[in-house]
């Protein structure tokens, strides 16, 4: 596996390749990020004989945090995550200071739509996807990847991705992978390691309210009654009762992310986000 930390390094690295499958990833990585690694090879090497080659980049991406949010602290696991990814069928790293990434500051920026950005998580973090869509799009620019793979996990995220891959036509094919979850089915994050013990008993009830309100949107569709408001605002009081604070508790549709108010025919997804003590998670679960 080569490590490289340059854009010219990198383009080095990966001039014979005759497929070019991609991984962004923030570092500290979980089993969750080794799968969409394991998924990449897989996929290098069903679609070619020979040369294949698979990429994962490692960086910090301070456009995309707020002012108050955790970039300074956001854990740094550089060796283990490089022993990780070579463990999983990792060829290239790309390691690239923010000098190298962004030698002037950027003011080329890409905006996605408010209505797909400026709910949900756009919302509570401004700015987010900008600095989200920045990136990965400069990203793609660089390793210039047949295909990407990115976890449903950060579901918006992965919605944004793709619409900027289709409306900026971008020659890249989009995987999403499915949400690694513990054995109690809390969604694995980096930033689960922030929780403290009490906590990280405590965390899975945020998954077991997704899936109680999936339960009762798949119940209410089928009897024909479905009142989203309601169940939205039990799920929120329930947490809070708890010692949450949660954000959002909500049930969208998959394609859009926009509101469902009653009984709906299309696929569904419910997302949360909350704070349990000092940590932020999310996760969502599909109807």
């Known amino acids: 596996m080569h490590i490289v930390h340059t854009l010219a390094d990198l383009r080095r690295a990966l001039k014979p390749a005759a497929l070019r499958a991609f991984v962004p990833t923030m570092g500290n990585l979980h089993q ?4 969409l690694m394991q998924m990449a090879r897989q996929e290098a090497d069903t679609r070619v004989k020979t040369g294949g080659m698979t990429v994962a980049s490692i960086f910090v991406n301070r456009l995309q945090f707020g002012p108050h949010e955790d970039f300074d602290t956001y854990p740094r696991t550089f060796e283990r995550d490089c022993e990780l990814l070579q463990a999983n069928g990792c060829d290239v790293v790309f390691a690239p ?3 190298d990434l962004y030698p002037e500051p950027q003011v080329f920026k890409v905006h996605p739509p408010a209505e797909l950005a400026d709910i949900l998580e756009g919302a509570f973090r401004p700015g987010f996807f900008v600095g ?3 990136v990965v799009h400069k ?17 918006q995220q992965l919605m944004v991705i793709c ?5 900026m036509a971008l020659p890249i094919e989009i995987i999403g992978g499915d949400t690694r979850r513990a054995e109690d089915g809390l969604a694995l994050s980096s930033r689960n390691g922030y ?12 998954s ?13 569709n089928a009897a024909g009654q ?7 605002t039990a799920a929120m009081v329930a947490l809070r009762a708890r010692g949450w604070a949660p954000d959002y508790i909500t049930l969208r549709r998959q394609h859009d992310l926009s509101p469902v108010s009653g009984p709906c025919a299309e696929p569904l997804v419910v997302l949360g986000a909350a704070k349990l003590g000092q940590t932020r998670l999310i996760d969502n679960l599909e109807v």
């Open 32 to 35: 969750g990020h080794l799968d």
């Open 97 to 99: 200071s923010e000098k």
């Open 132 to 134: 989200v869509s920045t």
């Open 139 to 155: 990203l793609f620019n660089i390793v210039q990847p047949d295909l990407a793979v990115f976890g449903k996990k950060d579901y």
């Open 163 to 167: 619409r900027m891959v289709q409306q």
């Open 195 to 206: 929780l403290s013990a009490d906590e990280r008993a405590e965390a899975v009830q945020l």
């Open 208 to 220: 077991k309210a997704l899936k109680s309100l999936a339960a009762a949107a798949r119940a209410g």
């Open 226 to 232: 479905l009142d989203v408001p309601a169940l939205e």
